[in-house]
């Protein structure tokens, strides 16, 4: 069955630092995007992404957040200058959108610790 | 986005059937119910989505009323592995895919 992959599955990073985490949707999905879930808490929609623009976004992806798909199969995470409150789990997901196919497709996740 | 509400927890025993049901008063008419199953440090995994009435796949059964103010997800005989959160989530997941949005969840714990 094909998956959404994520790497790395986990990155330790210095407080100030930034962090990319990388994603390869399924192929042939239209949708993507990212999630965070901090510790013990609900999964937050963070942005959406589609014809290789962003289509939604939360408040919480403010300007320390960007988005990339960079060629055909990744998709990227980028976070400036991170803080100790962006330490979470952040998952891609991707739906195909194509002929009634909604269902959205979750990676493992990368677990973000900052220090 | 409709809000959703569901229990913050509930306790079953292997081979039992569970049912969880979510609120969403305020439901769109182009808005379908799509349930998410997660397991600790993992991503959400679909279970099942509908619009009206019932659904039912191989892994379990929506249940719509006809307000479709309310659904209701049940797991027939479950096991020990099903032990997770569940979340029900509502939005016009098949015309719109810019967003869906998770609320807290019902975190199941069935026990032996």
């Known amino acids: 069955e094909p998956e959404v992959t994520q790497t790395p599955s986990h990155q330790v990073t210095q407080m100030g630092q930034e962090v990319i985490l990388r994603c390869v949707p399924i192929?042939?999905?239209?949708?993507f995007y990212w999630y965070r879930q901090i510790l013990g808490q609900k999964v937050e929609f963070l942005v959406s992404?589609?014809?290789?623009?962003?289509?939604?976004k939360s408040e919480i992806f403010d300007d320390q957040f960007s988005v990339e798909r960079p060629d055909g199969s990744n998709f990227t995470l980028k976070i400036r200058s991170t803080k100790l409150e962006d330490s979470a789990m952040y998952f891609c997901?991707?739906?195909?959108?194509?002929?009634?196919?909604?269902?959205?497709?979750f990676g493992q996740g990368t677990r973000l610790t900052v220090v | 986005l409709a809000k959703t509400t569901q229990p913050i927890s509930m306790d079953s025993y292997e081979g039992q059937e569970v049912n969880i049901t979510c609120s969403h008063n305020?439901?769109?008419?182009?808005?379908?119910i799509t349930w998410y199953q997660q397991f600790p440090s993992q991503g959400p995994r679909f279970i099942i989505q509908?619009?009206?009435t019932k659904v039912t796949n191989e892994v379990a059964s929506l249940f719509i009323p006809a307000d479709r103010k309310s659904s209701t997800l049940s797991l027939p005989r479950v096991s020990l592995s099903d032990t997770a959160v569940y979340y029900c989530?509502?939005?016009?997941?098949?015309?719109?895919?810019?967003?869906?949005?998770f609320g807290s969840g019902t975190k199941l714990n069935v026990k032996p």
């Open positions: 997901a991707s739906i195909d959108g194509q002929g009634g196919k909604t269902e959205a497709f």
């Open positions: 192929s042939n999905h239209l949708y």
């Open positions: 992404f589609y014809n290789n623009e962003i289509s939604e």
């Open positions: 305020n439901i769109a008419t182009n808005d379908y």
């Open positions: 509908g619009y009206k």
């Open positions: 989530l509502v939005g016009d997941g098949v015309n719109n895919f810019n967003k869906f949005y």
